[in-house]
């Protein structure tokens, strides 16, 4: 049989409870504010995700700023308008500036509290220090070329007198 001197089995044991703590520090808190994040949205009556290009999903739709004021109006039309609010990141998007001045020009218009994940802290948007801006539709309507106007698709002028 074997026997290990006692040193040796001293600093096996450290070294083996050191590099366990090492683990257990850089896995401290990586899954809490995942966990913290989803008990955070069941407490809100409404939920609504962060998409590209100041867009927000609402139950599982792309929606434009302007569309998902829409949805507001008609939730508030039914009678069925939330209190509160939840902004949360998407896969595809986290929640930028252009987000949170959306949102706060929907709350100033509809009279809901609206919050935002910031990073697994939960934080309100103010209507005043976000600057609440207008909302628009994600594609500005096309614009004609001066010199389109008045011709048909083909180029040529267009004569009302020529139609049936």
Same mark, same amino acid.
């Given at each position: 049989?074997?026997r290990?001197s006692t040193?040796l089995?001293r600093?096996?044991a450290a070294i083996?409870?050191?590099?366990m703590l090492l683990?257990a520090?850089?896995?401290?808190?990586?899954?809490?504010?995942k966990?913290?994040?989803?008990?955070?949205?069941?407490?809100?009556d409404m939920t609504?995700?962060?998409?590209k290009?100041g867009q %927000?999903?609402?139950d599982g739709?792309?929606?434009?700023a302007?569309?998902t004021?829409?949805?507001?109006?008609?939730?508030?039309?039914?009678g069925?308008l939330?209190?509160?609010?939840?902004?949360v990141?998407?896969d595809k998007?986290k929640?930028r500036?252009q987000h949170?001045?959306?949102?706060a020009?929907?709350?100033?218009?509809?009279? %809901?509290k609206?919050y935002?994940?910031?990073?697994?802290?939960l934080?309100?948007i103010?209507p005043?220090?976000?600057k609440?801006?207008?909302?628009?539709?994600?594609r500005?309507?096309?614009?004609?070329?001066?010199?389109m106007?008045?011709?048909?698709a083909?180029?040529?002028g %267009?004569?009302?007198?020529q139609?049936?």
């Amino acid at each position: 049989m074997i026997r290990f001197s006692t040193l040796l089995t001293r600093a096996t044991a450290a070294i083996m409870l050191g590099s366990m703590l090492l683990l257990a520090g850089c896995h401290f808190g990586g899954v809490k504010d995942k966990a913290a994040v989803a008990s955070m949205e069941k407490k809100f009556d409404m939920t609504i995700k962060a998409y590209k290009s100041g867009q %927000f999903v609402v139950d599982g739709a792309v929606l434009s700023a302007i569309d998902t004021g829409s949805h507001f109006a008609y939730l508030k039309d039914q009678g069925k308008l939330p209190k509160t609010v939840l902004l949360v990141p998407s896969d595809k998007s986290k929640v930028r500036k252009q987000h949170l001045q959306y949102l706060a020009r929907m709350q100033l218009d509809y009279g %809901f509290k609206a919050y935002y994940d910031d990073g697994g802290t939960l934080k309100e948007i103010n209507p005043v220090t976000t600057k609440a801006r207008a909302l628009q539709d994600t594609r500005a309507p096309v614009k004609m070329d001066e010199h389109m106007k008045g011709k048909d698709a083909a180029g040529h002028g %267009f004569d009302p007198s020529q139609q049936q």
